[in-house]
């Protein structure tokens, strides 16, 4: 398929928009479809995705690229999936306003073109490393902020986790399932001598029995005879079945999820052995990572958003997608080292979890002021500064009732100091709860984090700084933005898995929140409320 660009945007003699009412025509002007053909359609750069397709001319041509994106942007947009976008571009004529279409007598536009589009991005990603829909979206945002009239003097920064679509599987069902599927496989290709006593595994109906019906047989069992069936046949297919996703995924599994024994033969792995967070929890998406954070269990992916923000309003200008084991530093860096140095100094506000004097230093020599309000979703533990340090801040001298400890040790790795105090300073003090002491049997123990201790002392150092009071209300706006994405357009249930399918997923929905928040400030709506009371 040859890249084509979209040449047929002039309205035709006999264009439906003609033969419109003059109250539809003004309906029509004062509706999304308007303001998305005005500043979203017309600058969808079409050069950006001439890599996707052939550059012999004498193929058939590609879809409008236009089109396509317009209405990929306008299906998240509206809440719509393939169907529903499809038929709206056929059937409701603001859609056709919107992408330039009123004259086409049918729409260039399927299910099938919108699928084959995603794709491509993907596997474009995938083989080269670069991502076309990331530096569209960046284009658009820009002209979109210059229009706007956002200043790009402020920005904050959030990060989100984003569920992957799948279920959470057990180590028995997770092996199982993996050994089915390569035995699905070899059933398929008539492998029949490879899979003398497995035949079982290839039964629809045998998961339910082996990992939840058969009760009589102890779990660790049931778990056993599956490595050692697993085992036993990856060495018998490795020849031909070897590149296969199936042989992989199993292969996968039993590395992560098994030991060796002394006599050589694999069995399950202990509490005490150590688990990546990387290993596979379904092999429906060998991409998703297993994260545990503010005590709710991840298992997918994370992104991180960068918003451009100021009277006028707000504007997602970057985003970030990775595996959700990446760290907000991490996401900090990348975004600093691709950030060019800026003429007019930039503040870049974002919570405490991105703070790094590292990142500070490098911020700063791009003309970037990096400002973290240190809000961490709880309120601070004032009771911790009232506990006397030593001079090397490594020991507890004093507790805040005057009792001194009768033991103090630090903890390197933790970066905190275990204090014992004898259980009757303890036992009836009244900061008991708020101390978070545990009541042993003849003592009193105390873990005193000095992290926490810094963050409830900057806490109370800002507390009455009316200007850090300010930039706290300025960043907790980027705060409904990861809500947003989870209740509007639902990113937690996307209908595709792996990391650069659901990436491009979540690319054309910033693209819809973008245009959203383009349509509140066509309606003089969606202005940063703090900004406006500090102007005025």
């Given at each position: 398929m040859?890249?084509?660009l979209?040449s047929a945007?002039?309205?035709s003699l ?8 003059r109250?539809?025509?003004q309906m029509?002007e004062k509706?999304w479809a308007q303001?998305f053909?005005?500043h ?8 950006i995705f001439a890599?996707?397709?052939?550059e ?5 041509p590609n879809?409008?690229?236009n089109?396509?994106?317009g209405?990929l942007i306008?299906?998240d947009?509206s809440?719509?999936?393939d ?8 059937f ?7 992408l ?6 049918d729409?260039?536009?399927?299910e099938r073109?919108?699928?084959r589009?995603r794709s491509r991005?993907a596997?474009?990603e995938?083989?080269t490393?670069?991502?076309?829909l990331?530096?569209?979206f ?5 002209s979109?902020?210059e ?5 790009p003097?402020i920005k904050r920064?959030d990060s ?11 180590r028995?069902e ?6 089915s599927n390569?035995v699905?496989?070899l059933?398929?290709?008539g492998k029949?001598e490879l899979?003398?006593?497995l ?11 082996v990992?939840?019906?058969d ?6 069992e049931?778990?056993?005879?599956v ?5 036993a046949l990856l060495?018998k297919c ?9 042989y992989q ?5 039993i590395?992560?999820?098994t030991?060796?024994d002394?006599n050589?033969q694999n069995?399950p792995?202990g ?5 990546d967070s990387?290993t596979l929890?379904?092999p ?10 503010a005590?709710k269990k991840?298992r ?5 958003i960068?918003e451009?923000?100021d ?10 997608y ?6 907000d530093v991490?996401y ?5 080292e691709?950030?060019e140095a800026?003429?007019?100094t930039?503040a870049?506000?974002a919570?405490g979890?991105y703070?790094?004097?590292?990142l ?7 003309n970037?002021?990096?400002?973290t ?12 500064t009232h506990f006397k340090l ?8 004093e507790?805040p009732?005057?009792h001194?400890p009768?033991s103090?040790s630090y903890?390197?790795?933790t970066?905190?100091i275990?204090?014992s ?5 303890c036992?009836n003090?009244p900061?008991?709860?708020e ?7 003849r003592t009193a123990?105390l873990i005193?984090?000095l992290?926490?201790l810094?963050?409830t002392?900057e806490?109370?150092?800002r507390?009455?700084?009316?200007i ?5 209300r300025i960043?907790?706006?980027v ?6 994405l989870?209740r509007?357009?639902?990113v937690?249930?996307?209908?595709v898995?792996?990391k650069?399918?659901t990436k491009v997923?979540f690319g054309?929905?910033?693209f819809a929140?973008d ?8 309606r ?5 409320r703090?900004l406006q009371?500090?102007?005025?």
């Open positions: 040859s890249f084509v979209n945007q002039q309205i006999f264009d439906k928009l003609a033969f419109l009412s109250r539809k025509q029509l509706s303001t053909s005005d979203i359609f017309t600058r969808i750069n079409e050069h890599p996707l397709y052939s012999k001319t004498n193929s058939r879809a409008p690229i089109v396509v994106v209405a306008l299906k947009f809440g719509f999936n169907e529903e976008i499809t038929e709206a571009c056929e409701d004529f603001r859609y056709q306003y919107a330039h279409t009123t004259s086409f007598e729409q260039p536009v399927s073109t919108l699928s589009f991005l596997a474009y995938l083989t490393g670069e991502d076309l990331h530096q569209c960046v284009d658009m945002a820009e979109m902020r229009y706007m009239e956002i200043s003097s920064m989100m986790m984003i569920e992957s679509n799948i279920r959470k599987m057990g028995l997770l092996l199982y399932t993996c050994l390569l699905k496989e059933h398929r290709d029949v899979l003398e006593g035949e079982h595994y290839a039964d629809p109906n045998d998961r339910n029995r990992v939840y019906h009760q009589d047989t102890p779990q660790a049931r778990l056993q005879k490595i050692n069936d697993a085992s060495p490795a020849d031909e079945y070897a590149d296969t996703e199936e995924l199993l292969e996968r599994a590395r992560e999820q030991k060796k002394d050589g069995i792995k509490k005490d052995d150590e688990m990387s929890q379904n429906s998406d060998p991409d998703a990572t297993y994260r545990m954070k005590g991840h997918g992916y994370s992104a991180n960068t451009t923000v009277q006028n309003g707000s504007l997602i200008t970057n985003y970030q990775d595996v959700n084991t990446r760290s991490d900090l860096r990348e975004s600093l691709n950030a800026s003429e007019e930039v870049l506000i919570d979890s703070a790094s004097e590292e500070a230093e490098k911020a700063a020599e791009k970037i002021g990096l400002v309000t240190g809000l961490r979703g709880r309120k601070p533990r004032e009771i911790l030593s001079e090397d801040g490594h020991s507890v001298t507790c009732e005057g001194a009768k103090s903890i390197r790795q970066d905190s275990r204090v105090f004898p259980r009757c300073c036992e003090c900061h008991q709860k101390c978070n002491v545990k009541i042993k049997f123990v005193l984090s992290g926490a810094a963050h002392q806490a109370i150092r507390k009455d700084d009316e850090m009071k300010l930039i706290g960043r907790n706006g705060e409904t933005v990861p809500s947003v989870r509007k357009y639902h937690d249930t996307m209908p898995r792996g650069l399918k997923f054309f929905k910033m929140l245009f959203t928040k383009l349509w509140l400030h066509e003089g709506l969606g202005k940063c703090p009371a500090e102007m005025s």
